[in-house]
């Protein structure tokens, strides 16, 4: 029935890690893992859920901050290691810092340089 | 004097992915494995070098197949612990398949499907 999740090459953790790209801007918003799991629910409800090596749980991003990522089309690289997911974002916010994506550092002059706004008070999202 | 190389964090095996995006069509084409050494020199020559994982050794991007990769831009994450790359492609081809980019599999109706073409026989990039 699943067979799709079978061909995929899963670390030793049975994690991956799965880049969302906004589907309009071709931004790179994040990166974050999955598992077969999470894949699969992500596959079947159409939204980015993920899984949290920190919390080690399934990861419904938005479930808190409402942020959520509709799902328009799910890749997969040459080797099956990777995963590529265009997503709508709800709220235009994807990063936990409040800004819109995740990379907002740039290698300038020998240091890392924030060149991106914070959109949203962090303290505003996760009430 | 590489303090930049410090405030990363790099994972058990010292190493971090590192997401390849053109520059100018803003598509992702490859993702690869940095080590200190890897980012170090990537930053210092403006070029993509990477860490092979399967080979062990320091991997310059396009060294045989001619396919560089000239580097734009190198951000990271908030979590320090991803890249992401602005490169301009030489040849347009990033894969070893010979295909413009790695992410050639989509799903669809249950199944990885191939939607990109090959633009160069592997044997003739590989010589």
């Not at 309009?24 to 596959?43: H, P």
């Not at 997969?76 to 994807?94: H, N, P, R, S």
Request: with cysteine; net charge negative; hydrophobic share 35%.
């Amino acid at each position: 029935m699943t067979d799709w999740l079978d061909e995929l090459n899963w670390n030793d953790d049975g994690l991956m890690p799965a880049i969302a790209q906004d589907f309009q801007s071709g931004e790179v918003l994040m990166v974050a893992w999955m598992n077969r799991e999470a894949l699969r629910l992500s596959s079947e409800q159409g939204r980015a859920v993920y899984w949290s090596r920190s919390r080690r749980k399934l990861w419904f991003k938005g479930e808190e901050s409402g942020h959520r990522q509709r799902l328009r089309e799910i890749r997969v690289d040459c080797d099956a290691d990777v995963l590529l997911l265009q997503v709508e974002q709800i709220g235009g916010i994807a990063c936990h810092t409040g800004r819109r994506r995740c990379f907002f550092r740039v290698l300038k002059d020998g240091k890392w340089q924030t060149d991106e706004d914070i959109i949203k008070n962090p303290d505003e999202i996760y009430r």
